[in-house]
Nanobody, 113 residues
C-alpha cells in the first residue's frame, strides 16, 4: 500500500519561509512514474490544489502562490518538496501530499505574527 509521510510544517511569521517534504514508499510502478501534488485545507474551506509536478518535472501552481512557492522532486529519494517563501496568513492550513488516490496524514502550517 502506497504511503506518504509529510514533514516540515510549523508556525512562521508573515514573510517567512518553510519547506515541506513528503517521502513516498511502496508505489508499485515506482516514484519516478508518479505525478505528485500538494493540497491544502484551511478551516471551513474546501481542500485545494496548491502545486503539482509531473513525471517530467512540469509544474502547476495555484494562482495565489505563484512566484512564492516552488514544488520539486528528487526521484532517487522518493521525495517531493514544497518550498514556501513570503508566507502570508492566508497560507495557513493543513497541507497534504498526494499521488493518485493516496493522501498523506497532513501537516499543519500556521502563518501568524
Amino acid at each position: 500500500q502506497v504511503q506518504l509521510v509529510e514533514s516540515g510544517g510549523g508556525l512562521v511569521q508573515p514573510g517567512g519561509s518553510l519547506r515541506l517534504s513528503c517521502v513516498a514508499s511502496k508505489i508499485p510502478y515506482g516514484f519516478d512514474l508518479a505525478e505528485m501534488a500538494w493540497y491544502r485545507q484551511a478551516p471551513g474551506k474546501q481542500r485545494e490544489l496548491v502545486a503539482a509536478i509531473s513525471i517530467d518535472d512540469g509544474t502547476t501552481y495555484l494562482r495565489s502562490v505563484r512566484g512564492r512557492f516552488r514544488i520539486s522532486r528528487v526521484n532517487a529519494n522518493s521525495t517531493v518538496f514544497l518550498q514556501m517563501n513570503n508566507l502570508k496568513p492566508e497560507d495557513t492550513g493543513v497541507y497534504y501530499c498526494n499521488t493518485d488516490q493516496t493522501w498523506g496524514q497532513g501537516i499543519q502550517v500556521t502563518v501568524s505574527s
